[in-house]
């Protein structure tokens, strides 16, 4: 079996799991570490679970696929454990191999050093097998094809692992330019997923600070069931050992599985319900959100407009939306990258005014804030029914969940 390892943002392991276990992984192949999730494949299966992983992984940073492991105590044993591993399956002739890595409690201590051996070691191991004389250097152009190598050391034990994905997951095409301080792709998408919302139902989803307007691209990616890796490419597109071919079954079949839920989305469009709501306080943020919106290819699912967020009350947010019922999920400035704190405050009472009703969200609503004020229960006036501690960036964030659906009674 190989392991194919998937890093992951502090706090979103177990959203990483879910996802592989939706894509068919068997639960006792899947394993949860802290910032990685991976799993095994038969050799077999190994190029497409590597695509359908690359393609459809909406919270996950990269797909690694371990070429080995094994005790590395000193350079020897090092530089010995990588030549012995199949560098020639992966990495074709003329492609470039950078080298990146990290060591904790191990006696090799030194990352820059530990890099110059893993480079050397693979350099000779690939040199015969391209026919070249010893000493000779190995062309590397990162046109021809992309083999980033990552290795860890922790406790004396190396894991060689190829970086397959190329520029990291979360670029998924769709926003090449965004407002300040945006949501990472990877990390919206996994808040759409722990809210566990259910598009097409009558609960609404509505993001007051949208920004360059990720949350309601994601939320609107996922209702429609489009791969969040459709419309890019991934580095091991050019290698022998996995290839184009099974990228190109992996997007046909993608496709396949988007079309029916994208016709559905548009039918239930076309009388001019959305059902992914938008706004912010900025136009231009308004406006770049509709670009984003069209360029992922759910244009007409989602309904925008600027405004302040803070002089919205639950019969406008009903009238504009025009359900009753919704999830309103969002990451306001707190006063790190955006705003000053006393500002960030404002908001975060602001939010507990308008969305939570002092406290208490009105039936009818589920209320999710990523916030990184650390009082924001306090000044937003009432405890969360949850919250989760995750990371946007370096900053260390709370996503506060406030669950006040009841029946109205009958
Ligand atoms: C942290 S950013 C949101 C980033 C967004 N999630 C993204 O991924 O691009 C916060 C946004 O809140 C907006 N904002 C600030 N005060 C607001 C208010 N009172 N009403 C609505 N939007 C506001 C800012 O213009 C900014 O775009």
Not at 166 to 186: D, F, I, M, Q
Not at 364 to 392: C, H, I, M, Q, W
Request: aromatic residues 8%; hydrophobic residues 45%; proline residues 7%.
């Amino acid at each position: 079996m190989i392991r194919i390892v998937v890093p992951a943002l502090l706090g979103l392991e177990a959203v990483v799991a879910e996802e592989l276990l939706s894509l068919g992984h068997e639960p006792a192949a899947v394993e949860t570490g802290n910032g990685r999730v991976s799993f095994q494949t038969a050799p077999e299966h190994l190029a497409d679970a590597v695509a359908r992983a690359n393609l459809w992984l909406r919270s996950g940073e990269r797909v690694l696929i371990e070429l080995g492991r094994f005790p590395a105590r000193d350079f020897d044993a090092l530089f010995d454990g990588v030549s012995a591993l199949p560098w020639e399956d992966f990495i074709p002739p003329g492609a470039a191999f950078p080298v990146k890595g990290s060591t904790r409690a191990s006696r090799l201590e030194s990352v820059p050093a530990c890099q110059s051996i893993v480079k050397k070691a693979v350099v000779e191991r690939l040199r015969p097998r391209l026919g070249l004389a010893p000493g000779a250097a190995l062309p590397e152009d990162e046109q021809t094809a992309f083999c980033r190598i990552q290795f860890t050391i922790v406790d004396d034990v190396a894991s060689l692992m190829l970086d397959t994905t190329g520029e990291p997951l979360h670029k998924r095409g769709y926003r090449p330019v965004s407002t300040e301080a945006p949501l990472r792709e990877t990390l919206a998408a996994a808040m759409v997923l722990l809210l566990k919302w259910r598009p097409f139902s009558d609960e609404v989803l509505v993001d007051p600070f949208c920004g360059s307007g990720t949350l309601p691209v994601e939320a609107a990616m996922i209702a429609c069931g489009v791969a969040p890796g459709a419309a890019r490419r991934f580095a091991c597109e050019r290698w022998p050992a996995v290839g184009p071919a099974v990228f190109a079954a992996a997007r046909e079949e993608a496709a396949e599985f988007s079309r029916p839920r994208l016709l559905t989305a548009r039918d239930f469009a076309a009388d001019g319900r959305r059902f992914v709501f938008g706004s912010d306080l900025d136009p231009a943020a308004v406006a770049l959100t509709a670009k984003n919106v069209s360029r992922a290819g759910v244009e007409g699912l989602v309904g925008l407009r600027a405004g302040d967020a803070l002089s919205l009350s639950p019969a406008a947010l009903t009238e504009w939306t025009g359900s009753g019922r919704r999830l309103v999920l969002c990451n306001p400035p707190y006063g790190e990258r955006l705003l000053d704190a006393e500002q960030a405050a404002e908001i975060s009472r602001g939010i507990g005014r308008t969305f939570l009703d002092r406290g208490s969200a009105p039936v009818g609503s589920r209320v999710a804030v990523l916030s990184a004020v650390t009082d924001f229960e306090r000044l937003a006036g009432a405890p969360a029914d949850k919250r989760r501690k995750l990371y946007n960036g370096m900053i260390q964030c709370h996503l506060y969940q406030y669950f006040r659906w009841r029946k109205p009674a009958p």
